[in-house]
């Protein structure tokens, strides 16, 4: 009973530290030049920096378009930037299902530091050890489509709905201001935003200097 109890409370220490992640969902469209400029040279270094108190949700879709493409429920995209756009997204919402945010994440920032990312997605699983066979036959085939069409729901769902892209909810939260500090300097949002919640911690060193500068 009392083991029980100490079980239940140690639980729900580690679920509330957990939880005071800070929530960052990123809707982007794989060929938008600030979608790429944004996963290239922002998201990735923070992510890199600070994992630990960041988690990460990608959902790449932007204004693409889903059809029913004939009786047996085949389904066909419209990309903004055209068909190379649609495979690189097909690419990417694969190897999101299959792999976790870190090791996901500096491949889908390696295809966006390219100004054609569908052509890079080789290359790039080459360079950060993804097994392309499998991610080529889902993104090819029926699985690809459904992840696609589920980024699709969620980007539909959106309130407010997208207008642009990146579109960056914090904690699901939209706000004009946050996209543009995000854009300008996401670690220094990100080390507000868990200070917020969480208050300051000093054992997030890569925040420590971001506090000093804040406080001075
Ligand atoms: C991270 O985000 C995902 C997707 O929104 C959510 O399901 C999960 O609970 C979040 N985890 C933490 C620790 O906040
Ligand atoms: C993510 O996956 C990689 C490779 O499977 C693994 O080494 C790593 O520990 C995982 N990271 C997390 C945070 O689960
Ligand atoms: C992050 O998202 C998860 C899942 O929706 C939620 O439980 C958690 O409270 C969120 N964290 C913050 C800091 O809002
Ligand atoms: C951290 O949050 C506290 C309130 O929780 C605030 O007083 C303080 O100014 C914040 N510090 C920074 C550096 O944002």
Redesign the pocket.
């Known amino acids: 009973m009392t083991l029980l109890f100490v079980l239940f409370v140690c639980m729900q220490l580690f679920f509330s530290t957990e939880a005071s992640k800070v929530n960052v969902t990123v809707y982007y469209s794989s060929h938008c030049w600030y979608s790429r400029m944004f996963i290239s040279n922002q998201l990735l270094p923070t992510y890199e920096e600070m994992s630990d108190i960041m988690n990460v949700t990608l959902i790449p879709y932007g204004k693409a378009k889903v059809y029913i493409q004939d009786k047996a429920g085949n389904l066909e995209f419209e990309c903004r930037f055209g068909n190379n756009e649609c495979k690189a997204m097909l690419m990417q919402s694969c190897a999101l299902n299959m792999y976790n945010m870190s090791t996901v994440l500096p491949f889908i920032a390696c295809m966006e530091k390219s100004t054609a990312p569908q052509k890079e997605s080789q290359s790039c699983a080459e360079k950060t050890n993804l097994d392309i066979s499998t991610l080529k036959s889902c993104s090819t085939g029926k699985q690809g489509k459904q992840y696609l069409k589920q980024n699709g729901l969620k980007t539909n769902a959106l309130q407010p709905n997208l207008d642009y892209v990146p579109w960056i909810l914090f904690n699901g939260v939209y706000s004009r201001p946050m996209q543009l500090e995000a854009r300008e300097d996401l670690k220094l949002l990100i080390c ?1 935003l868990y ?2 919640t969480s ?2 911690k000093d054992d997030i060193v890569a925040c420590q200097t971001t ?1 000093e500068i ?2 001075r």
């Open positions: 507000k200070n917020e208050g300051p506090y804040l406080n």
